[in-house]
């Protein structure tokens, strides 16, 4: 997977900061996971001001991405493959 672009995604927050973005998982995501800067998801590695939080629903992900120039966004992605690695690899939230 080369670009977030690709992807179905549905935009929960725009313009948010990564603190509104993680208090919006930890309010509305099941579980979640943390990461540092730089996890890959989807081949593409987050950046932001740790704890990054990533949120999960059984196959879907919730988690904030930002586009230069645009900002950062919190997105959400089904994708049972994915979210089974970021179980894995990231620490419980």
């Given amino acids: 997977m080369g670009c977030i672009e690709s992807l179905s995604y549905e935009v929960v927050l725009q313009g948010a900061s990564f603190k509104e973005c993680r208090e919006y998982i930890r309010a509305n995501c099941r579980e979640y996971r943390i990461v540092e800067p730089g996890f890959k998801i989807f081949e593409k590695p987050i950046i932001g001001i ?12 919730t988690f904030p991405f930002t586009k230069p120039c645009y900002g950062t966004f919190l997105l959400r992605v089904d994708d049972s493959e994915e979210a089974e690695r970021i179980r894995r690899e990231g620490k419980p939230g």
Avoid at 50 to 61: M, N, Q, V
Wanted: charged share 15%; aromatic share 0%.
């Fill in 50 to 61: 740790p704890p990054i939080s990533i949120g999960l629903d059984g196959d879907t992900i």
